[in-house]
């Protein structure tokens, strides 16, 4: 199993950026898919997780990020907008077979190598 994020990168305070992760080994169909986030010396924090067509969001995050999943291209995509510097961090695709840990739980299954986001003030 393989989740491989990308779409990372620099931007300003308020900007957007767009993420990916493709699986492979697995089919999202079947799993929980989730973004968690974590920085050098901090916790993992689950910002989003999707399961078929339902999506649960950390306040930190509610109003500013959207989830989605493409089951035919086997991808899932998380949408920031309205970025701040607190957003600045490395973000994690996340899948667990069958039912979603939840947001606050770290044992989930699969977890990708991540994608840096900086914003800057």
């Known amino acids: 199993v393989q989740l491989v994020e990308s779409g990372g990168g620099s931007v300003e305070t308020g900007g957007s950026l767009r993420l990916a992760c493709a699986a492979s080994?697995?089919?999202?169909?079947?799993?929980?898919m989730a973004w968690f986030r974590q920085g050098p010396g901090n916790e993992r924090e689950g910002i989003a997780t999707?399961?078929?067509?339902?999506?649960l969001y950390a306040d930190s995050v509610k109003g500013r990020f959207t989830v989605s999943q493409d089951t035919a291209k086997n991808t899932i995509d998380l949408q920031m907008d309205a970025l701040t510097p607190e957003d600045s961090t490395w973000y994690f695709c996340?899948?667990?077979?069958?039912?979603?840990?939840?947001?606050?739980?770290?044992?989930?299954?699969?977890w990708g190598q991540g994608t840096q986001v900086t914003v800057s003030s």
């Open positions: 999707i399961i078929g067509d339902n999506a």
């Open positions: 996340v899948a667990n077979y069958d039912y979603c840990p939840g947001l606050t739980r770290t044992n989930w299954r699969y």
């Open positions: 080994g697995l089919n999202i169909g079947d799993y929980c």
